[in-house]
Every structure is written in C-alpha cells, then in structure tokens.
C-alpha cells in the first residue's frame, strides 16, 4: 500500500548541484514528517534531514547550508535541492517517512537513487 520512489540521482561533478525527488502513495502526505536518508560507499545508512508537517525544517552538520529539503503537499512529493556538491555526498538517498527520531521505528523508506559526485 505504501510506496515511496525516489529519482533525480545521477553523475554530477564536485560543485554542481541536482535535484532529488520522492512520490508518494498510500498514505496521507500531508499530515506526516518525512526525511531523506543517505548510505555512503562503506558507511551506515545515516539520517541527514526532515520536514515537519508544519514546514519546519532540520539538517546534519554536513549538509547545512547546502541541501534544502521541501514538500509539496498537493502533488505528494518530497524534494532534496542539492548545492556545491563533494565527493562525500556520494550515496544513495532514500525518502522516508518520520524524523530523525522516529524513522527507524516507523521502517519504511523508498529504494533509493544513486548519486555519484566525481570528476
């Protein structure tokens, strides 16, 4: 019932920015916080933003300044716009549904896109 698809990843070069999204089904969008999720080369698939129903917005150090994350309640769609981009975001992001506190409990994320930041 629930479905959560991601798209927008790709090859990008360090500096560059690109655009993630993440649709919806079988659910009620609007009245959950949703996060994106991200798993490095070698690393644990770690929590690096959310957005509350209210719009409230919070981020990891890492990413602060240079990823916006944003819904669009009406379509049923997650965004990650992504800035100055650098090796380290290299993963694959997943969109899922809760915070950082809660996303593991509630246990549903998307499959995730590839991104890849490299010259």
């Known amino acids: 019932q629930v479905q959560l698809v991601e798209s927008g990843g790709g090859l990008v070069q360090p500096g560059g920015s690109l655009r993630l999204s993440c649709t919806a089904s079988?659910?009620?969008?609007?009245?959950?916080?949703l996060s994106w999720l991200r798993q490095s080369p070698g690393k644990r698939l770690e929590w690096i933003s959310e957005?509350?129903?209210?719009?409230?917005?919070y981020y990891i150090d890492a990413v602060k300044g240079r990823f916006t994350i944003a819904r669009d309640d009406a379509n049923n769609t997650l965004y990650l716009q992504r800035t100055h981009l650098n090796r380290g975001d290299t993963a694959v992001y997943h969109c899922?549904?809760?915070?950082?506190?809660?996303?593991?409990?509630?246990?549903?994320w998307g499959q995730g896109t590839q991104d890849t930041v490299s010259a």
């Open positions: 899922a549904i809760g915070t950082e506190a809660t996303w593991t409990l509630i246990g549903c």
């Open positions: 957005i509350l129903t209210s719009y409230t917005t």
């Open positions: 079988g659910f009620t969008f609007s009245d959950v916080a």
